[in-house]
């Protein structure tokens, strides 16, 4: 074995026994050292906006409702410090009224155009100030839904910057100013027309007349109908644009009004949807020549009217829903832009075509994905949670897609329904269906009341059961049996129609309340199914069901009849209060409302349970509470 020789010998003695030795690392300069110390600071300081962070602020600032949350908690001396637009707003505040409170600035008051900023806006803002550095917004708040989106000026994209500018002009940031007015220049080259229109209004309020120059020349040539722009647009803004159409165009009879008796009767049309009135709309219709594709009036009521006004409007039936306008918008496009579901669902239901695309080629799917971030369709959802109206329309216009190649048969779909005992009588059918839309309506809200609005399940009468003694004192004695077998159909239609749509639009809805229905009344039903250890669960479960109800039963009326002696009492000592609303008889009824579903199942269950092998038997009581309520 050789051994180690270990040599003490400097290098410049012997060169080639041993390697060079390493040069010494470059010594940081001070401008470096500078650098690292102020980007150290800039971190720590941004900790402090941080949610999950110790929560020392000192004031906060309110978003308007619907925009992220419901405040941003602020730091008065870094502010004041850094901003005078802060400096001068805290020093005006009066004093807290108590040792401790925090003071809360409303956004909407604070800034010109602060109802329009959201968290995601403001934080980035805020945190220029607290930091130095202006962060990079999170991407799922800059991207729309649209996977062949190049992202570089879609919806989400320009909204965000629209609601930077916003802060940034309100707090008077100059450098942050010059940097977003850069950004918005480049989207009014790339930005479809419609979209330059938010553009247009942040430039006003924030007095940017480059940019608001330069959108107007943008809109001028663009293929914006006019009607639009005037409603949408401030008015000496809509007159500029005007002008330059008016002066650009070769042929000046193009500009001039071919008839001015038409278009009086086409404005007067259009007056009426403003004042959502369906009837003045009919009247004038049988007055004149005048159509309601003439007047675009569903263009117009799919824009600017409430969902009942345009479900009535559709019900004239002398309007073709696949009508494109001037700019080659079809009806369910512009409801699209708008994201209303109720809209949307309509003119479905009334053959409004989705394939239908737009000048450009997008189709109904890609005006609302291209529309809603990413962020407010991915998010997780609480339990019962309701979802948002973007969320909505992109799942009725996908399911409308794949509904293309498939037939519905409404009495199969009818017959399908998963309930607790399908059995044919009548009044057995109604309380299925009113168990699965109550079901419907507590798992998946948003969903539910969006087709019982379309169905029309919410003008009718719920089936309160044959024998609901509880509901006797709202009985019609005028009603005659034809009468009440004509309410009662109109109501199993209704659900039915309701179930179909829910079918149709939310299957995957469908599929959960099919297999819970399965599944928490099949084994009430089927108590002497099975090995006998599964008959014991299922009876011990059965009556921790009817012990619930009997609970909650108990526990209600004995509030009830506190309320009824305290209103008593009160109502002597004075009349007024007799008619104030009283907030614990509010939620009482409201819980015996939620509650509803369960007392249902109960008593199917029981009715299966004591009469396991007839079908078409009249059901006992509902619940245990009805048959508490009995006299």
Do not use: W
């Not at 799942?395 to 293309?404: A, F, N, S, T």
């Not at 409302?593 to 007839?614: D, I, Q, Y």
């Amino acid at each position: 074995m050789e051994a180690s020789i270990i040599s003490f010998s400097s290098p410049s003695s012997s060169p080639s026994s041993s390697p060079q030795s390493a040069p010494p690392p470059p010594r940081a300069t001070p401008a470096e050292l500078e650098a690292v110390r102020l980007r150290r600071l800039s971190d720590n300081l941004e900790r402090l906006l941080d949610p999950a962070f110790l929560d020392c602020a000192d004031a906060e600032i309110a978003l308007a409702a619907g925009k992220g949350g419901a405040a941003v908690g602020v730091h008065r001396c870094i502010l004041a410090a850094r901003s005078a637009f802060f400096l001068d707003h805290f020093a005006s505040l009066p004093p807290p009224a108590a040792a401790g409170e925090r003071p809360r600035l409303e956004l909407d008051g604070l800034v010109p155009g602060g109802r329009h900023i959201g968290r995601d806006a403001l934080v980035p803002v805020l945190g220029y100030l607290y930091t130095g550095r202006l962060k990079s917004p999170p991407q799922e708040a800059t991207v729309c839904m649209d996977e062949a989106c190049g992202h570089a000026a879609c919806r989400p994209a320009i909204d965000f910057v629209v609601e930077s500018m916003y802060a940034a002009s309100g707090f008077q940031i100059s450098e942050l100013i010059s940097l977003f007015q850069r950004h918005l220049s480049d989207f009014v080259s790339t930005a479809l027309d419609e979209d330059v229109v938010s553009i247009v209004h942040v430039s006003s309020t924030c007095e940017l007349q480059d940019l608001l120059n330069q959108c107007i020349q943008r809109i001028a040539v663009s293929t914006l109908d006019s009607g639009y722009l005037e409603k949408e647009l401030p008015d000496h803004i809509y007159c500029k644009i005007k002008e330059i159409r008016q002066s650009a165009s070769q042929d000046e009879s193009e500009n001039a009004i071919a008839d001015p008796e038409h278009e009086k009767r086409v404005r007067n049309i259009l007056k009426a949807l403003d004042s959502d009135d369906v009837d003045l709309v009919g009247l004038l219709l049988k007055e004149s020549a005048v159509t309601l594709d003439d007047a675009f009036a569903l263009h117009y009521a799919a824009a600017y009217c409430e969902p009942k006004v345009f479900a009535e409007l559709l019900k004239l039936n002398s309007a073709n829903v696949n009508l494109k306008n001037n700019s080659g918008y079809t009806p369910l496009h512009i409801a699209c832009m708008r994201r209303e579901p109720d809209i949307i669902l309509s003119l479905v239901e009334r053959g409004a075509s989705v394939l239908e695309r737009t000048l450009d080629g997008r189709d109904a799917l890609t005006i609302c994905k291209r529309l809603t971030r990413e962020k407010d369709c991915n998010r997780k959802l609480e339990a019962y949670e309701e979802k948002s109206k973007p969320y909505l329309c992109i799942d009725i216009l996908e399911q409308e897609l794949k509904r293309k190649s498939i037939i519905f048969d409404p009495i199969s779909i009818e017959e399908s329904i998963a309930t607790p005992l399908l059995v044919d009588n009548f009044h057995m059918r109604l309380i299925n269906l009113e168990n699965r839309v109550a079901f419907a309506r507590i798992f998946f809200p948003s969903e539910a009341k969006l087709v019982m609005r379309i169905a029309q399940a919410d003008s009718t009468q719920e089936f309160a059961g044959i024998t609901n003694f509880s509901k006797l004192k709202e009985v019609d004695l005028n009603e005659t049996p034809i009468m009440q077998n004509r309410r009662l159909r109109e109501r199993l239609d209704a659900l039915t129609k309701t179930v179909e749509l829910g079918r149709r639009y939310f299957p995957h809805c469908s599929d959960v309340l099919d297999n819970f229905l399965n599944e928490e009344s099949t084994d009430l039903i089927f108590l002497e199914t099975g090995t006998p250890e599964d008959q014991q669960v299922k009876r011990m479960r059965f009556s921790e069901l009817k012990e619930d109800v009997r609970k909650a039963f108990t526990k209600d009326k004995a509030a009830v009849t506190a309320i009824a002696s305290s209103a008593s009492s009160s109502s002597s000592a004075s009349p007024a209060a007799a008619h104030r609303p009283n907030s614990s008889r509010l939620a009482i009824l409201r819980r015996r409302e939620e509650l509803s579903p369960l007392l249902r199942a109960s008593s199917t269950a029981a009715a299966s349970t004591a009469l396991p092998g007839e079908r078409g038997a009249a059901p006992g009581p509902r619940s245990s509470l009805d048959a508490a309520a009995a006299p």
